[in-house]
């Protein structure tokens, strides 16, 4: 089946710093979603990507749809405390049948004061 | 807020019992997936429902089973709960429009937390 390999797996930054994070799948997706999750909630949307080569920005988050359809990588510049939390990538594949999004195994993000 | 909501927020089962976990969709969506997510992992998918009926599966057993309602509320049904089962259950809301082959984006509930002793 297809997996989703997210890297890094965890971060420590400082306050301020710019953070990247990257996913990358053995089979082509349809659409790369981002997804953040603190403690004890369900995952949060924060970027949606719907075409090969889309560059999408929400606010301080940047994310890409990569070309060849089986990557995604997601930025987040001048990082803050809130931004704390771990981040998901998800793909989904439309091909007709049910539409279950595949998870990456997450980025755990940590700013150090 | 995502719109979605879920019940109960904790659960504690003992081995062998049966589950039964509710959603409640984003008001306008038609579309309910289910989701497992052990601790330190992300989210597997389990199932989903499309106008009351089950739309697809992902890689779990049969003693998982969910309904749809004409109101697109839903549950998740677990039997004979094992040690492993033991998780974080989410529920995804979507909207699939008519005639089209695949959902818009899901938005999730925030989980039940279900402990199998």
């Known amino acids: 089946g297809q997996q989703l390999n997210q890297s890094p797996q965890s971060m420590f930054i400082q306050e301020g710093e710019d953070v990247s994070m990257n996913c990358t799948s053995s089979?082509?997706?349809?659409?790369w979603l981002w997804y953040k999750q603190e403690p004890g909630e369900g995952p949060v949307l924060l970027i949606a990507?719907?075409?090969?080569?889309e560059l999408t920005s929400n606010g301080r988050l940047t994310a890409q749809f990569g070309i060849t359809r089986k990557d995604s990588f997601l930025n987040i510049s001048a990082s803050i405390p809130s931004d704390v939390g771990i981040y998901f990538c998800?793909?989904?594949?439309?091909?007709?049948?049910?539409?279950?999004?595949?998870f990456g195994k997450g980025t755990h993000l940590i700013i150090q004061p | 807020e995502t719109g979605v909501t879920q019940s109960p927020t904790h659960l504690i089962k003992t081995r062998g019992q049966q589950v039964t976990l509710r959603c409640s969709s984003q008001?306008?969506?038609?579309?309910v997936s289910w989701y497992q997510q052990a601790l330190g992992q992300g989210p597997q998918f389990i199932f989903q429902y499309y106008r009351e009926e089950e739309n697809g599966r992902g890689n779990f057993p049969p003693r998982f089973s969910g309904l749809q309602f004409p109101n697109y509320s839903s549950e998740l049904n677990v039997n004979a709960l094992e040690l492993d089962d033991s998780a974080l259950y989410l529920c995804?809301?979507?909207?699939?429009?008519?005639?089209?082959?695949?959902?818009?984006?899901?938005?999730f509930g925030p989980g039940t937390r279900l402990t199998v002793l």
């Open positions: 995804a809301s979507s909207l699939q429009p008519q005639g089209a082959i695949f959902t818009d984006t899901q938005y």
């Open positions: 998800a793909g989904l594949y439309s091909g007709g049948g049910a539409d279950g999004l595949t």
């Open positions: 089979s082509i997706f349809n659409t």
């Open positions: 008001s306008g969506h038609n579309t």
């Open positions: 990507l719907y075409k090969a080569g």
